[in-house]
């Protein structure tokens, strides 16, 4: 149901002169009444987003901290969804910073208030994300854990009911199982193995429903960059399966954080072989009676399969991150192709046994969108394609992993030449003053731009401490800021530094700091902005985490944020002139500049920055020092 506007429109007025007059008058006036700050630079961006709805123009919007970014779109995209009766999307970072956005005493609880303003707030979250009742019942059948029984004990009553006039509503998002951890949740969370199309259960699945009640949003869907990017890759293949595209239509969009976009358009195009995926699905299959046929071609491809993963086992190299770099030798190319050619009579076999309804259909449907998946995968890796590919080891079973190059062309097509507005908000988005490199990387031909300096005083709230020394030292460091019994946020270029740093420590300290990954990650920062634990150490946390005044004194950066030595940024190196200066550095200042940003977050905040560095590193200590907001405190 289309809403009304939030001011009155006059026969003598457009609607863009009207919402001018709007927001100068929400932000001059009424918000300040409500004790709000009145920030010249909030209302220039305000501003130039409403200028760029207008136009439907590309805009990148960079504003330091303490700008008051959300609002400046808020009021804005607001007035413009219920004019063209579609919600305006929000696209966040990632799917922690969602609730961020959404908090009880957030940016738009607070505006809500504030103008009297009933405001229709919907998440979308990426599939991940949801509870699958099928790979649940499976973790209880096979006994993986407690957890899984009390999961399923607290579905609703209407999941396994009989009641077709039960009341049905959303359920199972992961944010209502903090206490499982990522290994646990991922054994029961939707997997992209799983048909949900052709799934008896989908009419009472979480996902399904949710689903269903974000696209009645009449002002805001709230998702993360990652689904907003599935959406797109998948929009126009959903339609030709005659399925809804996973968002509705929308107004505008807005990228908070947009500086990550390229990261998440790459994981959206992303596509994976197991070494174990396959071979389950297959096997689940034999149990149904097919034809001897059909039994013999699936032993030679699972043969086939294996003898593939051994060979790219046989040539692993661990590099900085958590990706594996392989050598694509003669060998392994020649299995793929095998193993390609037998998935191709596989399928054939199937359209027979499908025939004589001997296989369950849910199971077929799985085996037969598994397997053309896995030809089109291989065949990526055996062409000459420019595909970026690795592997990874999750929980003990080899991934591998291709990406595309680039997906300046993609974006370029699928994205920037639709007759919508977009927004980029962030308080990185340039690099050396320049908007070239993120607008190239995403494929940006034509843009607008502004960057706006934060309002604080700094000087006066900040200080900036750097530190000198090895990873022991560093770890001896990190004790004595912790020993401050102050609220510090611990941040890691990566999981397997700060996995690395957890090892270093005594078990009564470990107990001591709440780490990502141990349970669900806006829970932990739910109690550490309620003051329950005083440090959280993350590997995410660079952008977005909003918490100001005493919930925050003391941020330490453990290591530089460089992109690490891997497949995927050794592909980005290689189209470089000067990798240093094109990629490594523009990454890691936009990263560290990040990171910084979460101390100092209103006007009454204080605090101290903590930046650490190895010996070899010293000679970025000057250029560091230019990207702070104060000079270093020796």
């Known amino acids: 149901m289309k809403r009304t506007l939030p001011f009155q429109l006059s026969k003598d007025q457009s609607f863009f002169e009207s919402l001018n007059e ?15 700050e009145l920030r010249d630079e909030q209302i220039f961006m305000a501003f130039q987003i409403e200028k760029a709805m207008r136009e439907k123009d590309v805009l990148f919007a960079e504003a330091g901290v303490g700008t008051g970014k959300t609002i400046a779109y808020l009021l804005p995209t607001l007035a413009y969804a219920r004019y063209t009766g579609k919600p305006a999307i929000i696209a966040c970072a990632d799917e922690t910073l969602i609730d961020q956005l959404v908090k009880e005493d957030g940016d738009i609880a607070k505006m809500s208030e504030a103008l009297n303003l009933n405001i229709d707030v919907r998440l979308a979250k990426s599939r991940d994300q949801y509870v699958c009742l099928n790979r649940l019942e499976e973790a209880v059948d096979f006994g993986y854990g407690d957890f899984a029984h009390e999961v399923e004990d ?56 949710h689903r269903k009640a974000y696209r009645e949003a009449t002002d805001f869907i709230i998702c993360s960059q990652d689904f907003y990017m599935e959406h797109i890759w998948t929009k126009e293949s959903r339609k030709r399966q005659e399925q809804l595209p996973l968002l509705p239509e929308s107004s505008v969009v807005v990228f908070d954080e947009g500086h990550l976009l390229e990261y998440a358009a790459q994981r959206a195009l992303t596509y994976e072989v197991q070494s174990e995926t396959l071979i ?34 046989d ?70 394609d420019e595909a970026v590919d690795w592997v990874e080891d ?90 401050e019994n102050e609220p ?19 078990e009564e300290e470990r107990s001591t700091i709440a780490f990502e990954g141990d349970r669900e990650l806006a829970s932990m920062i739910r109690d550490f902005t309620n003051g329950q634990m005083k440090v959280v150490a993350s590997y995410n946390l660079w952008e977005g985490l909003d918490l100001p ?37 523009p990454f890691m200042q936009l990263r560290f500049r990040q990171g910084v940003g979460r101390l100092i977050r209103s006007s009454r905040d204080t605090g101290k920055v903590h930046v650490l560095y190895e010996p070899h590193e010293a000679k970025y200590k000057e250029l560091l020092e230019t990207l702070l907001p104060v000079s270093w405190t020796e």
């Open 280 to 313: 389950t699905l297959l096997e689940r299959v034999m149990k149904e009676g097919v034809r001897s046929e059909t039994l013999e071609s699936m032993d030679r491809l699972i043969e086939a399969h294996d003898l593939f993963f051994d060979l790219l086992e």
């Open 549 to 585: 005044e005493h919930r925050l004194t003391r941020v330490v950066i453990f290591d530089l944020p460089f992109p690490p030595s891997d497949p995927l940024f050794d592909a980005k190196r290689k189209d470089a002139v000067n990798p240093e200066e094109e990629v490594d550095l």
């Open 154 to 209: 607290r579905l609703p009553l209407f999941v396994y009911g009989s009641d077709s006039l039960a009341e049905l509503y959303p359920y199972g998002d992961r944010s209502d199982y903090p206490e499982l951890n990522d290994e646990e949740w991922g054994m029961i969370n939707y997997h992209p193995i799983q048909q949900c199309a052709s799934c008896e259960k989908r009419n009472r699945c979480g996902q399904t429903l």
């Open 22 to 36: 709007w927001i100068g008058d929400v932000l001059f006036d009424e918000l300040p009444e409500k004790g709000f």
């Open 394 to 483: 999750r929980e003990g079973i080899w991934t591998l992993v291709i990406m595309p190059r680039l997906v300046t062309n993609i974006l370029r097509e699928e994205l920037f030449t639709a007759e919508q507005p977009i927004i980029f908000s962030s308080a990185t988005l340039s690099a050396a003053g320049e908007f070239g490199y993120l607008a190239h990387s995403l494929g940006i031909r034509q843009y607008d731009s502004f960057t706006v300096e934060s309002p604080f005083d700094y000087e006066e709230v900040m200080s900036a401490h750097p530190f000198e020394g090895t990873v022991e030292e560093k770890v001896d460091y990190v004790r004595e800021v912790i020993a």
């Open 315 to 384: 040539t692993l190299e661990e590099t900085e991150g958590f990706r594996y770099r392989y050598e694509k030798t003669d060998q392994l190319k020649r299995v793929a192709s095998y193993a390609i050619e037998l998935s191709e009579q596989l399928l054939e076999e199937f359209v027979f046994d499908g025939g004589m309804f001997t296989i369950d259909s849910y199971n077929l449907k799985m085996v037969e969108e598994y397997l053309e998946q896995y030809i089109y995968s291989m065949s990526l890796l055996t062409s000459d």
């Open 488 to 506: 510090t946020l611990l941040l890691f270029s990566s999981d397997k530094v700060m996995q690395s740093f957890k090892e270093q420590l005594t």
